[in-house]
């Protein structure tokens, strides 16, 4: 019986693992941000609101989408900030976003799930963000 129980573990502690990596086929989209704080408001507590609030929203919102925070520390967009995104693939993410990176019609029923974390964001900041498409060869 120990014998099971820990190969049972070792088998879901390989599958989580297995479950974050990036793999062939999948769809990454990278958002450099271009961040506006309101008065009073550091980029720390802009991100840590990111970080603790906006993100699981997301996230809950949309499965099959893994949100990463981002700083660039060097070269072009050095002190910058980002956002990754990590799709199973591009028909996932092309369930909440035209090509054209403007939302269908079910990336607008997230948008209006997320419009309270959103304005409470916007009470910190605001951000737009350019954005490009790479799927894992």
């Known amino acids: 019986m120990k014998?099971?129980?820990?190969?049972?573990?070792l088998m879901l502690f390989v599958g989580m693992l297995y479950?974050?990596?990036?793999?062939?086929?999948?769809?990454?989209?990278?958002?450099?941000?271009?961040?506006?704080?309101?008065?009073?408001?550091?980029?720390?507590k802009f991100i840590k609101f990111l970080n603790s609030k906006y993100k699981p929203e997301v996230e809950k919102n949309m499965p099959g989408c893994k949100v990463y925070t981002v700083k660039a520390i060097?070269?072009?967009?050095?002190?910058?900030?980002?956002?990754?995104?990590?799709?199973?693939?591009?028909k996932e993410r092309s369930k909440y976003f035209?090509?054209?990176?403007?939302?269908?019609?079910?990336?607008?029923?997230?948008?209006?799930?997320?419009?309270?974390?959103t304005?409470?964001?916007?009470k910190l900041g605001t951000y737009t963000t350019k954005y490009t498409d790479w799927v894992v060869q």
């Open 74 to 90: 060097k070269g072009e967009n050095a002190d910058s900030y980002g956002l990754i995104m990590v799709f199973k693939n591009e």
């Open 19 to 44: 479950g974050q990596s990036i793999i062939k086929g999948n769809l990454i989209c990278t958002k450099t941000m271009t961040v506006t704080l309101k008065d009073g408001v550091t980029m720390d």
């Open 98 to 117: 035209n090509p054209d990176g403007t939302s269908t019609k079910v990336g607008k029923g997230v948008e209006e799930k997320l419009k309270k974390v």
């Open 3 to 9: 014998k099971f129980t820990l190969i049972t573990l």
């Open 119 to 122: 304005e409470e964001l916007e």
